[in-house]
């Protein structure tokens, strides 16, 4: 499985330059989406915006609630902070500066939850696995983690 | 083992072989269909039917195979030390072999049983016992590890063991080598067995909740080899069965001289009345020294908890407890049949298969029908206790399994072969060659109320010729057999590991879904855990130096450490930070004496680490984890004794030094 997953970052490195072009799929899978026509992945109903998951419709108020934000301090330090910074700076997947501006509540949340279906659907992250050639682990956090996380994440993006 | 036991029957049946060698399949093909490929194969990336759980014999460890594919899934280690696993070499894994002996790094794990709940397999354990220096193990199925080791006292060769009544309430660790009782002297002559030496059989409760294993009592017998044995079971739930040899109370040339007897015993014993007088308190404390073993998943650590009494009841003193029947001949194989009316004695020496019925035991017992009493315990009559006797069945009876459809099959060591009989009429339906030797036999659940009667495996011990040779030393190997059908038809023949003797196999789905992935990192109590990287450090305590490290794909923290000197022991606690499915990162440093580790997801686990010399030394994860996984490597600075170098730690920040740093000195030079 381990030497699996470094085969499949290869595959993904070699299906990029031998075909299409990564930013051409993720055009194309925003305009068909909403169709549910076949992207690229094959899935008819993938949505690039909201990610595949179980979120659907995060409610997020203007401003931070520190209580969930504290908590996703935590399980940021335990869980996340191995690979990323809390900068712009990749170590092993990229910083989390300015990552709610990037991404919707629900696809960052259905990310970190449904992580190994989204690195095999999501053209975003397939782009991301070819600069960093890590698959990202599932960290087996539970829906309120990941709703944690998200706050801090705005915490970090300066939400106050 | 039973090589040497078998010597004299092996000349024998090489005589007899040479003798109908038409009878012998030249090759395989002369005993395999065409069809068979089919009915093994499972295509990539199906599941096997049956999860296969077989001893390792002399290797001390268990494997588990994939049925019907003979795919081999795992080796866990059980009782011998793995330096790949790091099991017995992590400080966390060292207490699980100690014993009274000290630490006992090897065993030779023999028989195996899956837990039962209302004499059927539960999925919950599987007990392996150690041979050598008596103990009995139990491996959770859950994670697929042992989860205890427990060792026996007042024991010497734990062979008759790890059998199980129906509800798990015991296993059994049944004497095989008699010895003095450990609280008395042993300092005896060896020629004083008949006086001093006495069989043990303990008898161990299962926690019903949590698996944990204590010795409830042990039962003083007479000094006899307790070979093997089987719970009764349904109607015969209560009762326990044992195969004695040497009741001839041989302490020298046991082929010959525990080989005159023309019959010896199956020793049926009352545990229901064992326990109930140990409720009366009529057992004696006896003082001993063992050592009980356990593993917590939460701290991912084991204790070693040293004991120092046991109760025993002397069997003599309560009439009712044990009886005696009379078996041909140095029986070995102790087989309860499903219905647990049948008890299947398989006398080694003889050349027949005798049947015993419980009920017919029973009304024998109530008729006080004996024939005499062996060391004060009454011998029941043969022919009052006889079902009936399976003839001619083959040379050399060892062990018999059930089908489930009113079927035995016993595996013959000198003829080679397995023997399909009928248990109402005793009639022989049909045999099938096995290459060569077959020791045990089994069948999915075929010592259990409910068998599984769609394969049979055979284990064999010889296999010159089956497999391309690899020098003297040749493996042993299980052969697959269909006996769905009214003929049993070889299928599959492949090699094991160690030397196979009693296995076990369940339906795969009883045991499947229950399967841990990985270990929640917030669950993990273990008192060096690092809970992200913001808790890693290196912490000096005198000559100690404990690192907090943390693995995650794909970098050590810290992964550049200064300050340590020689005279240090260094602890190198490693917390692997995944949190997903195989997953696992491996630790190892150069020169380390003793082996590395394989960390699973969210576990924590020490090295320990005496650095011999100044100077470098990698470090690195060992297990494949990602594309990156050459990096995932750091550095370890050792300066000699009483050195100022600080004590510094660090990943991603030790930048290097301008100009390249100081040179090196070549010391080599003067």
Redesign the interface.
Known sequence: ???F??IL??VFFIAACGGGNTENNAEKAKETSTESAITESGNPSYDPNRGEGKFKDVEVSPNLDVKLADAGEKVY???C???HKLSDEK??GPGWAGVTLRHKPEWIMNFVTN?DEMIDKDPKVQAQLEIC???M?????TDQDARDVYEFMRKNDGVK | MKRINYHALMLSAMAIIIGMSACKPKNAGTAVNSDAASKVYVAPGKYDEFYNFVSGGFSGQLSVYGLPSGRLLRVIPVFSVDPEKGWGYSEETKPMLMTSHGEVPWDDLHHVQLSQTNGEIDGRWVFGNGNNTPRVARIDLTTFRTAEILELPNSGGNHSSPFITENTEYVIAGTRFSVPPDNVNGDVPINTYKKNFKGTISFISVDKENGNMDIAFQLVCPGVNFDLSHAGKGKSHGWFFFSCYNTEQANTLLEVNASKNDKDFIMAVNWKLAEQLIKEGKGVKQAVKYASNRFDEKTHTATSTMKTEVLTLDIKKYPGLAYMIPCPKSPHGCDVDPSGEFIVGSGKLAALIPVFSFDKIQKAIAAKDFEGSYDSIPVIKYASALHGEVQKPGLGPLHTEFDGRGNAYTSMFVSSEVVKWSIKDLKVLDRVPTYYSVGHLMIPGGDSRKPNGKYLVAYNKITKDRYLPTGPELSQSAQLYDISGDKMQLLLDYPTIGEPHYAQAVAADVIRNKSVK?F???ENKHPYVA????ETKVVREGNKVHVYM?E????L?PDNIEGIRIGDEVYFHITN????????HGFAIKGALNAELLVMPGETTTLKWIPDRVGIFPMYCT???????QEMSGYVRVSPAGSNVPLVYST?TNMPADNGGAAVKDSTKK
């Open positions: 499985m381990k030497k997953a470094a970052s290869l330090s335990v869980k902070s191995g690979c170590l092993v992580t050639l890590v698959r682990p599932n960290q087996g956090l | 990985f929640k990192i917030e809970k992200g990287e913001a943390t995650i794909r794909s970098h923290t930070l995944e949190q997903d499915w195989d997953v696992p297990d494949f984890c990602s594309a990156l996984h991603g």
